[in-house]
């Protein structure tokens, strides 16, 4: 789901998050909820959560 088509409580959630520094990864996968929400992380971290959440396949 991308955030164009994102229903608009989860792009005012997403806003805020990233206003309080927060990165909001979603899963792409039509129908799934799963997202992961990060902040103050190493590059090496981050890129681990985001291959996590984008992963339909690992949750």
Same mark, same amino acid.
């Given at each position: 789901m991308d955030q164009?088509?994102a229903?608009l409580g989860? *792009?005012v959630? +997403?806003?805020v998050?990233?206003? =309080?520094g $927060?990165?909001?990864? #979603?899963c792409?996968?039509?129908?799934? #909820?799963?997202?992961?929400r990060y *902040? =103050?992380?190493?590059? +090496?971290? =981050? $890129? *681990?959560l985001t291959d ?5 396949d690992r949750?």
């Open positions: 164009q088509t229903p989860y *792009r959630s +997403d806003a998050a990233l206003l =309080a $927060k990165h909001t990864v #979603r792409p996968q039509p129908g799934c #909820r799963v997202s992961v *902040r =103050a992380v190493t590059p +090496d971290e =981050a $890129k *681990r996590l959440a984008t992963d339909h949750h």
